[in-house]
Structures are given as structure tokens and as C-alpha cells.
């Protein structure tokens, strides 16, 4: 569920959870939002981890190539100074930072600010990607991306890791991973 302009909330701040798999838009859906908030004229600002190097540094770009400049922070804790009076603080691939993220969110919520975040709901085995569970927990609002399942073409929420390597990030080119559902998917050797 997606807050609209007619009903979102007055005088208060709240949390948005964009979650999905890779390849489901999350990013794109992260990027529509926060562009409509800068045409209402609203005082944007959006981070993302400095893990996430691909194709640039200081955007968040979707593998469609929208682009929106962004801030790119080592740890959670600097979205608290870095926000200022920003009106909506958007985050990108929030599942790469640690559980103090949540808090973080809540912060920001409470002080009325209104947080949009995106990220991996699970890891490349089907597991749910701390802090996303929490994220999920805290938010008014959330929105579950899927794709398109590239074996079998059903709606998918799972990410197919094709290459062989145990680590829970790898952060790569898009060839190393597919969508598929949860029939097609399989946790690789
Ligand atoms: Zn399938």
C-alpha cells in the first residue's frame, strides 16, 4: 500500500518500506517518490551505503538508469546529522546497514519527518535481510516489488545467486543474479 497525496497524514512523520527482490523496481518506485516530493517542493534528501558502488557514487540509480543525487554514508548514525530540516529522507538498499537503522527511522518519523527506504527483503537463500524484518515491523506504510520470474515468468520475490559464493553480499553486476519465484528458486552449493 502506497500513501497518496490525499491521504497522507498531517503534522506527523511516518515510514514508507519499498521491499523486494532484485530486479522488481524497488529503486525506480524509491526514485518516483522522491521525485514527487521534490515537485511539491519538499526538502529531500537521500542516502544510500557506500557498499553499493556500481555504476556511480553520488546517485541512487535503478538498473533502468533513472538517477537522483544522493549522499553516501559509511554508517546509519550520520543520516541523524546529515538530515537537518529535510522534509523526507529517502534510503536506498537500507539492508546493507546495521540494526540501528530501525532506530534511526523511528527518530527521524517522530521528529516528523516523512522516510521512504528501499532494500533487499531477503538474502540470496530465501532469508530475511535484518534490518528489513524490523523496517517492515515500524512502517505505516509498505510496499512489496516483485518481478518477473526469469525461468518460469510468474511473479517473483526471490533472488537466484548464479554465481558460486557463500557470503550474504556480493555486490556485483546484474549477470551474477536473476529473479525467480519460489518455485524456481534454489539455495546455490
Ligand atoms: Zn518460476
Redesign the pocket.
Known amino acids: 500500500m502506497e500513501v497518496t497525496q490525499q491521504q497522507a497524514p498531517q503534522n506527523i512523520g511516518w515510514i514508507e518500506v519499498v521491499a523486494g527482490c532484485m530486479f522488481s523496481g524497488k529503486t525506480e518506485e524509491l526514485i518516483r517518490r522522491l521525485r514527487r516530493a521534490q515537485i511539491a517542493r519538499q526538502k529531500v534528501i537521500i542516502f544510500k551505503p557506500r557498499i553499493d558502488n556500481r555504476y556511480s557514487t553520488n546517485q541512487i540509480v535503478s538498473h533502468n538508469t533513472q538517477a537522483l543525487e544522493s549522499i553516501v554514508i559509511d554508517k546509519a548514525e550520520e543520516i541523524l546529522t546529515l538530515a537537518g530540516d529535510a522534509q523526507v529522507v529517502g534510503i536506498d538498499e537500507v539492508q546493507f546497514f546495521d540494526m540501528s537503522v530501525v532506530g534511526i527511522c523511528n527518530k527521524l518519523a517522530d521528529e516528523g519527518k516523512r522516510v521512504i527506504v528501499a532494500g533487499l527483503d531477503q538474502d540470496y537463500r530465501g532469508v530475511p535481510f535484518e534490518p528489513m524484518p524490523q523496517l517492515l515491523s515500524v512502517a505505516e506504510y509498505i510496499t512489496k516489488t516483485l518481478a518477473i520470474?526469469m525461468?518460469?515468468g510468474?511473479p517473483?520475490d526471490r533472488t537466484q545467486r548464479k554465481i558460486a559464493n557463500a557470503d550474504r553480499v556480493v555486490v556485483g553486476a546484474a549477470d551474477s543474479y536473476e529473479a525467480?519465484?519460489r518455485?524456481?528458486h534454489y539455495i546455490p552449493d
Request: contains cysteine; aromatic residues 0%.
Open positions: 520470474c525461468v518460469c510468474n517473483a525467480r519465484c518455485k524456481c
